[in-house]
């Protein structure tokens, strides 16, 4: 008899390449997780590989994803995943640190800070909220977001613009206030390097108070640039705004409660007679005080007491009298073990949360920076680092951008 010839049974793939042996379940399995190991490592660490234009690149790397298209396109919140085209917002997608002083070792954009979207907040209170609950979506220092709707980064001008509309800014405190008060002094000076030192003598010895180091150690207290009247005095060369326009930054430490030397030293610096142009004043309290709301309170309490009796002007009915309230930085992992459990994240926290509340029923604003800085790196546990002072420094600048200064 003459045999029928079957038809060839296709050979499984694997088998027709490797063989037999290859076509086996460990071995195929074990093939394809090695090859998806090989694409993850190409796309994430070899530098070209992946073309960031492309939802995969952005999957497996990030960083590699592109923000918006060629444009003034932002992303649009109130309907996800839409793209909107809003020219008076190009300056948000541009970074604003084009023109600043950098060297490669302190190099940053504006844009590695905040993640610019619509809407804009319309109100203080929303954009209070928004800044306080925001987030950063790719992990540590990446970029800020605002929750539910935006802020402004201004651009240099923009800043000469608003503090064009106060006398003096009065950021009263302890180091955590200092801070902010150099980082606003970074942007005044458009300067990343030198910007927050006093460039004009020398930093103390084994101490770098470049860039980061301004606000990365105590040794350099002495040497950060925290009050304009001194930058004026021995660098004016170094302000971007007009000087007889532009409202003074001033520091003013006021620490533990209870205070020494009060109110003297609040009030010292301070007209009696009421100005030409309002001033502003920025709080910041607890950790000398371990966090205890009864001690805050009583120190607000009395820093609005001094500053009543010594500007009578703003214990009048109606009087504008801006105040913020600013609670205290997230715990990072080099907080010293003698103070995690009085002053760890979760004390942070409820101190943010109790203090933000009452703060309001004593005519205050309240600004959280904990949600910033908890995915911010701190240089020493306490404080916030460079980048994560300059972000708080613009959320003020927008606060203040927004006070109806008509009401003076």
Known sequence: MVGVLEPERPQPFLRSIYGRAWASRPRRTFVIVLTLIFV?????HVPGVGNPETRLAAFWHPSQAPKYPSGSYLRDVTHPGALIKDPSRSADLADAFTNFTRKPWCTFTSLDLHDAFSPLCRTRKSLLRACTDGGRAGGVNAPYAPRGCDM???????????????????????????????????LLRMDLENGGRTNWQDDPEGYDCHCYGAFGTGHCIFNSAYSSTMVWEHDPDSM???????????FNP???????????????????????????????HGMWNDLNVTASQLWVNAMTDALVTHMPWLGEMD???????????????????????KQGNE????????????????GFEHLGVWNLTVQGVSPDGTHAGLRSNLIKAMFVLNWMDMLDTRRY
């Open 152 to 186: 402004r980064w201004y651009t240099v001008p923009e800043i000469c613009r608003i503090l064009s509309k106060f006398e003096q800014v009065n950021v009263v405190g302890d180091s955590m206030m200092r801070n902010l008060a150099v980082a606003l002094h970074v």
């Open 319 to 341: 009087a504008f009298f801006p105040r913020l309230f600013i609670t205290p930085s997230a715990a990072g992992t080099k907080k010293q073990e003698k103070y995690r459990e």
């Open 240 to 250: 971007a705004c007009a000087r007889a326009e532009t409202a003074l930054v001033e």
């Open 40 to 44: 993850t490592i190409l796309y994430s």
């Open 347 to 362: 004390a942070l926290k409820r101190f943010e949360w109790e203090m933000g509340a009452w703060v309001r029923t004593r």
């Open 254 to 284: 006021q620490l533990e409660w209870p205070l020494k030397d009060f109110p003297a030293s609040l009030t010292n610096q301070l007209r009696t007679i009421k100005p030409r142009k309002p001033h502003v004043f920025v709080f910041g």
